[in-house]
């Protein structure tokens, strides 16, 4: 029997004690090397996780080599039952039995049906009652093109709000969205210009330099003070665009009360609020949709990832006074797929019967504990922050220089590091925010407390290796 799979059988939670790191020495393998010399430039992910899987099951997933790793990346926040979830599988397979038409456009069948009554369900009532919805091509990026067209068209207003450290998409309207500058410098002018950047409530690095209650009141102040002054040079926009927690901009928790405040502060002045809970929403950060932990209500809502059940779909919902657009105003072929919609709702029914946001607010609390613990041994662990299973580690250099705020700098090349020896210890991690210096964790909402304890007895001795090397 090889020792891969002796290994795999001998750990069903994918366990790797330090004699057995052997195993995960990465080389190139034939599907590897094809993928770099066949794929675009643009590939992302493959970089820094070079891995040829074959097999996936609930928080596992297995390699060509038979190696098996704990995916804590989730097809960033996708799966949000895992890979290959029993329910998710007997709804594909019933659609198939069925014999339902895969693809229909926006014409409506039973499952379409069933797909909205799902969602409007959980959706907070007060939305959901005079809410609309927008069936979009099968990227959360075509659901913000979706909703940039539907507030131009209803407010006769063409700028746009968006924050520094967001991230929307990658066509070129969402790009425009986009707080990082990596992406768009190559592009020159962006499409849709008129997008005015504002200060994200980032707490531990505070763009006004003050940080808890007086950063928040800072925020606001400056927000209003923009919106009123006859002098600011911005016109009054169309919409506020935001995450509740900025997921690749380094996960970056609002605070409640600017939340509150930016909901006031738009409704009062007639500006549409777009809540981007493409990553956050669907339990991840401990409440169905992350917008509810400050009670708000958007007036848009853009929704992907986790609303397929591992398949494409996106989707925006959006209250009935924005409603103006005529017909044909937004299409796309794949926004009828029928299999995701069914793989949607079973997902949706799950995470209701089985009340996984409040799981996920359990679990995400016990890593957070693990985190934290480590922080106290750890000062390279400079910020520990997000919410549910929505979480990240913002990795400093503790004897560089301090910021307004007595910080440390980040360190992009530690956070290199721990992936990489996460990647040897069977541990899949991504990066994100400035300069790649958060690790975050995504895992799939059904984690139990043994898997979290498992996955941080890793990044335990994956981080003690990073920091010795």
Request: hydrophobic share 45%; aromatic share 6%.
């Amino acid at each position: 029997m090889p020792a891969a799979t002796r290994f795999a059988q001998a750990h069903p939670l994918g366990a790797v004690t330090a004699s057995e790191e052997a195993l995960y020495e990465f080389t190139l393998s034939p599907l590897l090397e094809r993928q770099q010399r066949q794929e675009s430039n643009a590939r992302s992910y493959p970089r820094r996780l070079p891995l040829a899987l074959k097999r996936g099951r609930g928080i596992e997933v297995e390699d060509v080599e038979g190696r098996t790793f704990i995916d804590c990346l989730a097809g960033a926040g996708t799966l949000a039952l895992g890979h290959n979830h029993a329910v998710v599988i007997e709804a594909i397979q019933q659609v198939l039995a069925d014999e339902l038409p895969l693809h229909t456009l926006d014409l409506t069948t039973p499952v379409k049906d069933q797909f909205v009554q799902d969602l409007f369900g959980l959706l907070p009532q007060a939305f959901a009652t005079d809410a609309k919805i927008q069936f979009c091509g099968p990227t959360g990026t075509d659901a913000v093109e979706a909703a940039l067209k539907l507030v131009r068209t209803a407010t006769g207003r063409s700028t746009v709000l968006s924050f520094h450290g967001g991230y929307h998409g990658m066509s070129l309207g969402a790009l425009a969205l986009m707080g990082s500058l990596g992406a768009k410098q190559p592009m020159g002018a962006m499409v849709g210009q008129g997008v005015q950047f504002m200060p994200y409530p980032y707490d531990y690095r505070c763009p006004f330099g003050l940080g808890g209650e007086a950063g928040v009141r800072a925020n606001l102040n400056y927000l209003e003070n923009l919106l009123n002054d006859p002098e600011s040079g911005v016109q009054k926009p169309a919409a506020v665009i935001l995450e509740v927690v900025q997921g690749e901009g380094g996960v970056v928790p609002a605070d409640l009360d600017w939340l509150r405040g930016v909901r006031r502060i738009t409704e009062e002045a007639g500006i549409a609020l777009i809540v981007d809970e493409i990553q956050s929403g669907f339990g991840r950060t401990g409440k169905m949709f992350a917008f509810e932990h400050a009670g708000i209500v958007p007036d848009v809502v853009v929704l992907s990832k986790a609303i397929g059940g591992s398949l494409p779909l996106a989707v925006m919902v959006y209250r009935e006074w924005l409603d103006k657009w005529l017909p044909g105003a937004h299409a796309g072929t794949f926004r009828g797929n029928q299999m995701a919609m069914a793989a949607g709702s079973a997902v949706m029914r799950y995470l209701k019967d089985h009340d996984l946001p409040a799981h996920a607010g359990q679990m995400g609390a016990r890593l957070r504990e693990h985190l934290l613990r480590l922080q106290r041994d750890f000062p390279q662990l400079g910020d520990v922050r997000g919410r549910g299973l929505m979480l990240g580690v913002e990795l400093v250099e503790p004897d560089g220089r301090l910021d307004l705020q007595g910080h440390p700098p980040r360190d992009s090349a530690l956070a290199r590091r721990i992936q990489r020896e996460c990647l040897k210890r069977g541990l899949i991690l991504e990066l994100g925010g400035r300069d790649g210096a958060v690790v975050r964790f995504l895992p799939p909402l059904i984690i139990t407390a043994e898997q979290v304890d498992e996955v941080m007895a890793r990044f335990e001795r994956a981080l003690s290796a990073a920091i010795q090397n």
